[in-house]
């Protein structure tokens, strides 16, 4: 039987607009017909340039050859994220993709470690995990022996956006450049019927999809949908973006360096260097940021510093009626763990799994609504941790940060961390156990007492077993080429 297709408005062509175009098209694309709204006039936030692993299993998912996408956006690979000044001035840690030695059905491998650095043994947590070795020596391959490597990328965020639109259109998604200049609802129902654009030109359909950016023209201006702020918890609410030339290979990580009122971020690309800096107005102001920022730079600059003004936190809901909105539109949480592509890719599945093929539904709305929120906040959790767990007291915005009040989630998560060492794998939770430990024993929070599953086997085969996995971590290591070796011949090759 043929179906009539579900007419489906993109607004808005940044990373979140093409990526939902790119997705519903390769993957629903005989039962959507699809156009996307965008204004070359305002363009997009051109910024977000540091992915993680789940980006991986999105493009397989998508069919999108990673080769290709690598040679488009000029991306590098991406193992972890260091993190200096964080616990306290000059302090240095990783928070790697990798998974730190191994596990058993009692306890995480920290507590066997704890156990073992408590009877002289077991050096350091870093030597038990391939992904931050690999980081720190920049090296880098796609598997090292039989073991996968976990791996993201970099990359320019302004050629993925062209590269995912030239994808798109491919397979049928139709463009139309132009303004929204009105939202026009339905006066019985209350969804949305059209969007009038300029030169008096009008769009309808069934569904929409509010990709705007911060302006969240559909679901915040024109659906009343209030935004819920964050940001007694996480006060930054601005970000200035330079481009920079490259001085040295790109090193297979994220740089996130603490600064007294803020943080800055270093991203190497095959062609140039992305930084940035985020910081709070309350604390800060523009041109303070940008000398710090610049003072901060190596490599000449190839663009001139951005400011960029923004309020961490989420709408209500994300769905409404019928429209729902996907990336900047829905919300904001700044980028120290390189969330927000991944959070658009995980709307985008959630949004095919509920997709409103018999026209409007409040239950799969609701439940839409439910697991955004949910995954929402656990990221904002991870992020408020980085402030929160410092013992740095050098500044009135870091004297904020320490003795702020936190969510009761995180606040239970560090309590039970801090009695026992005790962090649950938790399904639903993007972050796993080895972030979650990586980061707290990294910025100075260390058990006060641990699992006794450390003290079952005597000391000399605990000693045994250590030693063992440190060896198969540093001989897989030895067999890594150099990160810039592995780009040069993975991208040449077809
Ligand atoms: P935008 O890029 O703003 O796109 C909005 C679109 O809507 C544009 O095409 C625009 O033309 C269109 N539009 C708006 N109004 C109209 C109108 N009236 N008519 C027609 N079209 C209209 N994410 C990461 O994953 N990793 C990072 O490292 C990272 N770093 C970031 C750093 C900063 C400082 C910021 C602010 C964000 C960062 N992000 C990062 C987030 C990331 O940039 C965004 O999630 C991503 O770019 C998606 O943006 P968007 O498509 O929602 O919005």
Redesign the pocket.
């Given at each position: 039987m043929q179906q009539n297709k579900t007419k489906v408005i993109i607004?808005?062509?940044?990373?979140?607009?093409?990526?939902t175009a790119y997705a519903l098209a390769k993957r629903l694309g005989s039962l959507l017909d699809i156009t996307l709204?965008?204004?070359?006039?305002?363009?997009?936030?051109?910024?977000?340039?540091?992915?993680?692993p789940t980006m991986r299993s999105f493009h397989q998912l998508m069919e999108i050859d990673e080769r290709e996408f690598m040679r488009a956006t000029q991306a590098t690979f991406k193992l972890g994220i260091e993190f200096n000044n964080w616990g306290g001035v000059g302090e240095s840690y990783v928070h790697s993709f990798g998974a730190i030695g191994q596990t058993t059905w009692l306890t995480e491998f920290h507590q066997y470690w704890l156990a073992a650095n408590a009877q002289g043994f077991g050096g350091s947590l870093e030597d038990y995990c391939l992904e931050l070795k690999a980081a720190k020596a920049s090296k880098f391959a796609l598997k090292a022996g039989k073991t996968p490597v976990n791996y993201a990328f970099?990359l320019d965020?302004t050629a993925y956006?062209q590269f995912l639109r030239q994808k798109s259109e491919a397979i049928g998604v139709n463009r139309v450049e132009?303004?929204?200049?009105e939202t026009k609802l339905n006066p019985s129902t209350g969804d949305i019927q059209s969007?009038q654009?300029?030169k008096n030109r009008e769009l309808n359909a069934d569904f929409f999809i509010d990709?705007?950016?911060?302006?969240s023209?559909l679901l915040g201006e024109a659906l009343n949908v209030e935004y819920e702020n964050w940001s007694h918890w996480l006060a930054s609410d601005s970000?200035?973006?330079v481009q920079t030339k490259s001085t040295e290979p790109p090193i297979p990580y994220?740089k996130a360096t603490a600064h007294s009122a803020g943080w800055q971020?270093k991203?190497p690309l095959q062609h140039r260097t992305?930084n940035?800096i985020?910081y709070s107005s309350q604390f800060c102001d523009d041109a303070a940021a940008q000398k710090t920022l610049t003072e901060h730079l190596s490599g000449d600059t190839l663009t001139q510093p951005r400011v960029?003004k923004?309020t961490t936190g989420m709408r209500d809901i994300a769905w409404k009626k019928n429209c729902v909105a996907?990336?900047?539109?829905?919300g904001?949480l700044?980028?120290l763990e390189?969330?927000?592509?991944?959070?658009?890719t995980t709307a985008l599945i959630r949004l095919m799994r509920l997709f409103p093929f018999a026209g409007n539904s409040a239950p799969l709305a609701d439940r839409f609504n439910r697991e955004t929120r949910f995954e929402w906040e656990a990221v904002r959790d991870f992020i408020i941790l980085h402030y929160k767990q410092t013992r740095r007291d050098d500044s009135d915005f870091w004297n904020y940060y320490r003795t702020m009040a936190i969510p009761e989630s995180l606040a239970h998560r560090l309590e039970l961390f801090k009695e026992q060492g005790y962090v649950w794998p938790d399904a639903v939770n993007l972050f796993r156990v080895d972030s979650w430990i990586q980061v707290m024993m990294g910025q100075g929070l260390f058990p006060e007492s641990r699992h006794g599953a450390g003290h079952i086997l005597p000391p000399q085969a605990l000693q045994a077993q250590l030693e063992k996995l440190k060896a198969f971590v540093a001989n897989n290591l030895a067999q890594m080429p150099s990160h810039s070796e592995f780009i040069a011949q993975y991208c040449a090759a077809t």
């Open positions: 607004a808005g062509g940044g990373t979140a607009g093409w990526l709204v965008e204004s070359d006039q305002i363009g997009t936030v051109g910024v977000g340039e540091a992915t993680i970099h965020a956006a132009g303004k929204i200049v969007l654009l300029d990709c705007t950016g911060f302006r023209l970000a200035q973006a994220t971020w991203i992305g940035g985020v960029i923004f996907i990336g900047l539109a829905n904001f700044e980028p390189s969330t927000s592509i991944h959070l658009i």
